[in-house]
């Protein structure tokens, strides 16, 4: 999920300052309005804003010399007066950030699957002053504005837009905001109401004693060897590129753990989580992804393909994984230098977003087409981003995908895609100890819907639902050459390497726990030892147990004032498409 919050920083940033608030619903517009005029521009020379039978206009060259110089002439003094300084400010920084994209890429993202449900959308809102949806002026504005000396800004796709006018429907606007106004005070609701009944269960336990107390967030006392090794499935038309990390003088056998990738990403992305449980003696696998790592966004850049992912990669990924696992089942047993070491009747796995669908697909959890039916007819209603990767899954074909494998005894989830793919019904056959780790600034797989609602769903009775206050979508995720995109740090969030040191440490404690049944390790699971260790920047609780009639309690909330007439759920239709500009190549 890494290319979308890249390509769209104004969404992440927006989304994230306006969580940290008690949202109130003006802030909810302006995040939706700064997405929207983002993507507005060539050749338009005015904003309508439209409510009901009302309209005010605007000259998009007084907002070039506001944005500019901070001068407010007599066309914005109406608007202006009822605005804040700081906002002014914030709205004038707003005009003139610039996003560094090329438009070959821009222009890539728009073609594909997942973009044009985003332009189609915002193309509800703003639209052409024909009252035409803005689909295909969105996406030329973009395009437009990518290849201009002057970058992608808010201010130079307003001039890039297409047509004489850009027209805002401020009253679909301000329904838009009233659902992420809810969401994100439901969210609040529920992360501050996760948060007590975890600081309640730190206060009910006992202490560690200083003399016994470890340090599994520290480098362990072995040293390792790494490997690298390509693998030809036997059964599919796919190699694949793993990285084994073998511990050195080690009790033998050693467990092993396997670690997934996101999309975007590649295997040095979790490469410090693979060294720090090699020191702890678990062989770690860390295989490439290749339909959905850092190349498949670089062929998506470079036109070699339309897809941030192909929708045959959710079944491919957990197929890679039973694929490694047979490979080093073949390798402990036919290769001397591996001959007795792996014990592949303990094996852990650990993935981060779409790795975390992948590592809970394998801990006993198929897919669901019949829940991905129905959340899939809001797809364009939801402000779930990640939903927009689960969706492409109904067009696989539909059959009923195992993918458990018994030798996998624990599994942790980071981040993980899983509400609508996997849902409550197919969640609740993991039966296996889980840990599912999420942020609560997350604005790619939001934490209320992707983490701790499916935490709920668990019937496992060693579950662990982990929260990093302030933590993002890419807090965990370490930078790699390989990367085609590096968020900015806003959107990576606070301390990026506490939480890695988090998941270093909650990682060794779990598989100590649950692969070598270490119980000197279980203290390290527990709400209090999260609490001693937590910062204020980056917060950590553990939770063992969460009810789906205490998450209710917690998120409940009157239904948000209508703003404004309801909205049709019918889209629009989308206008013939008028001529692009050629795309620089």
Not at 523 to 541: E, F, K, M, V
Not at 554 to 560: I, L, R
Request: with cysteine.
């Amino acid at each position: 999920m890494k290319v979308m919050n890249c390509l769209f920083p104004s969404l992440s940033t927006a989304a994230l300052r306006t969580r940290r608030s008690i949202a109130p619903k003006y802030l909810g517009l302006f995040a939706f309005t700064a997405v929207c005029t983002a993507a507005p521009a060539f050749g338009a020379e005015r904003i309508y804003v439209t409510y009901g039978p009302l309209e005010e206009s605007v000259p998009i060259e007084s907002l070039a010399l506001f944005a500019k110089e901070g001068k407010i002439d007599s066309n914005l003094d109406g608007f202006a007066q009822y605005a804040k300084k700081a906002q002014l400010a914030q709205i004038r920084s707003a005009l003139q950030a610039k996003a560094e994209i090329s438009p070959v890429t821009i222009a890539q993202f728009l073609y594909t699957p997942q973009g044009e449900v985003l332009l189609e959308r915002l193309g509800r809102v703003v639209q052409t002053k024909a009252r035409q949806p803005g689909f295909y002026a969105i996406r030329a504005a973009l395009i437009l504005a990518a290849a201009d000396p002057e970058g992608l800004t808010i201010l130079n796709v307003l001039q890039k837009f297409p047509t004489y006018g850009i027209r805002i429907d401020v009253a679909r606007a301000l329904g838009i905001a009233d659902n992420l106004t809810s969401l994100i005070n439901r969210s609040n609701r529920a992360i501050a109401g996760v948060i007590k009944l975890s600081e309640a269960a730190a206060a009910s336990e006992p202490a560690i004693p200083p003399a016994e107390m470890l340090q599994p967030q520290l480098p362990g006392p072995y040293t390792w060897q790494k490997s690298s090794v390509t693998i030809t499935s036997p059964s599919r038309n796919r190699t694949f590129d793993m990285d084994i990390y073998l511990p050195l003088q080690s009790p033998q056998p050693a467990p092993v753990v396997v670690i997934s990738h996101g999309l975007g990403s590649d295997r040095l992305s979790f490469e410090y989580l693979a060294k720090q449980l090699a020191s702890y003696g678990f062989a770690v696998a860390v295989p490439e992804h290749p339909g959905s790592n850092a190349q498949q966004i670089q062929n998506l850049v470079t036109g070699k393909t339309n897809e941030v992912a192909q929708p045959a990669e959710f079944i491919n990924r957990p197929l890679d994984i039973k694929d490694l696992l047979d490979y080093l089942t073949k390798l402990s047993t036919t290769n001397p230098a591996y001959r007795g070491l792996l014990d592949l009747q303990r094996v852990g796995i650990i993935g981060q977003s779409f790795g975390g669908y992948t590592a809970l697909t394998l801990a006993g959890a198929g897919i669901n087409f019949a829940q991905l039916d129905k959340d899939c007819q809001r797809e364009n209603e939801t402000w779930n981003l990640s939903l927009l990767l689960q969706c492409r899954a109904r067009s696989l074909d539909r059959n009923q995908y195992n993918f458990s494998d018994p030798r996998i005894k624990a599994a942790i989830a980071i981040n993980p895609i899983a509400s609508s793919i996997l849902g409550e019904t197919n969640l609740s056959q993991i039966k296996i100890p889980i840990m599912v780790v999420g942020g609560s600034a997350d604005t790619v797989a939001p934490a209320l819907l992707e983490q701790i609602q499916p935490f709920t769903w668990l019937t496992s009775p060693n579950k662990y639902l982990v929260l990093m206050n302030n933590g993002t979508h890419f807090s965990t995720i370490e930078d790699s050459p390989q990367s085609v995109f590096l968020p900015p740090p806003d959107v990576i969030g606070p301390e990026p390497a506490l939480a890695r040191r988090y998941v270093n440490g909650l990682s060794v404690a779990f598989m100590e726990t649950y692969l070598n049944n270490k119980s000197n390790f279980r203290p390290y699971l527990q709400p209090n030892y999260a609490l001693s260790i937590s910062r204020d920047t980056l917060g950590l609780r553990i939770l063992r147990s969460l009810t789906p009639e205490q998450l209710q309690q917690f998120s409940s909330a009157p239904p948000a004032r209508n703003a404004a007439p309801p909205l049709p759920i019918e889209p629009p239709p989308v206008p013939s498409q008028p001529p692009l500009p050629p795309v620089p190549r």
